[in-house]
């Protein structure tokens, strides 16, 4: 390995001692300078999607609660790739789902809002004050686990992320075109973090845009796994073997911390 490529390696940020404290969120002078921040890690988080290919198609959205009008929402535009969002692409839409004039795209192929985002997030964002940012997209072991109609088993420390936290919509009621499939989503959700939406993928809404990137993959290897494991186990006759209810709650709480997120993050171990 070249000195060069030993220089590029050592300046990552993957390689940051951790301190013997969690990185704290960003302090702003201002909710302008605070929602170009948050436009900006928006533009990452889809991007970090997008290498993953957690796409599907035209599917897929993410949005982030805005600073300034906190009933409005940022959110990538239809038919744009994850890939290639930056932060003047994005969407600033209320809850009548109107684009806003602060909106980077003032007109072009790409100023076009996702309606069953708009009815997913825009449902969300209202019933849970608490939610800053919230993701849902068609990633390939969600959307497999999605089929099986059921939550996931604390089978491993890191599925104990979701013990108790994260929620079964069962109904499938075709592409989400209207308010009620939506309002339907965000009561399934209900105060936990995470849900299966059955025959569809995974969704994730949590306090932070780093926290919802970080469970939204953890979610996506956690079925991997399930699946994996409920395989393996049949092959076997025999089934897979839960942790304890009270060890996959008091894990739960370790693992499961929202604060999580912005550690994964600021070591740069998604990229983006």
């Known amino acids: 390995m070249s000195s060069a490529q030993d220089l590029n390696d050592s300046q ?3 390689r940051k001692a951790f301190s013997g404290q969690a990185p704290r969120p960003p302090v702003f002078a201002n909710k302008l300078e605070e ?7 928006l533009a ?11 796409d599907e198609g035209l599917a897929g959205h993410i949005t982030v609660r805005d600073p300034i009008r906190s009933d409005c929402f940022w959110v990538n535009p239809f038919g744009l790739h994850f ?8 969407l600033l839409v209320d809850h009548s789902g109107q684009i806003l004039e602060e909106s980077g795209q003032k007109d072009g192929p790409f100023r076009i809002l996702n309606t069953a985002a708009f009815m997913i997030h825009s449902a969300i964002h209202a019933a849970r004050p608490d939610v800053l940012c919230a993701a849902h997209s068609h990633s390939t072991y969600g959307k497999a686990f999605s089929a099986l109609g059921r939550t996931l088993d604390p089978i ?6 979701f013990y108790e936290d994260h929620a079964l919509y069962t109904q499938y009621n075709g592409i ?16 936990k973090k995470a849900a299966i939406l059955q025959n569809h993928g995974l969704l994730v809404a ?3 845009i780093e926290a919802t990137v970080h ?9 991997q796994v399930q699946l994996l494991a409920d395989t393996a186990a049949a092959t076997h006759g025999g089934k897979t073997v839960p942790i304890n209810p009270a060890q996959a709650a008091a894990t739960g709480k370790l693992v499961g911390s929202q604060g999580g997120g912005l550690v994964f993050w600021e070591h740069g171990i998604y990229g983006s």
């Open 176 to 191: 989400v075109l209207d308010e009620v499939e939506g309002l339907a989503i965000a009561e399934a959700l209900g105060s």
């Open 215 to 223: 469970y939204y993959i953890s979610l996506e290897r956690a079925c």
């Open 206 to 208: 949590t306090s932070s």
């Open 35 to 41: 929602r170009e921040f948050l436009k900006f890690r």
């Open 12 to 14: 990552h940020p993957s």
């Open 44 to 54: 990452q988080a889809l991007r970090i999607f997008g290498n993953r290919g957690y």
């Open 156 to 161: 491993s420390q890191d599925a104990c992320a």
């Open 83 to 90: 890939k290639l969002i930056q932060p003047s692409d994005l």
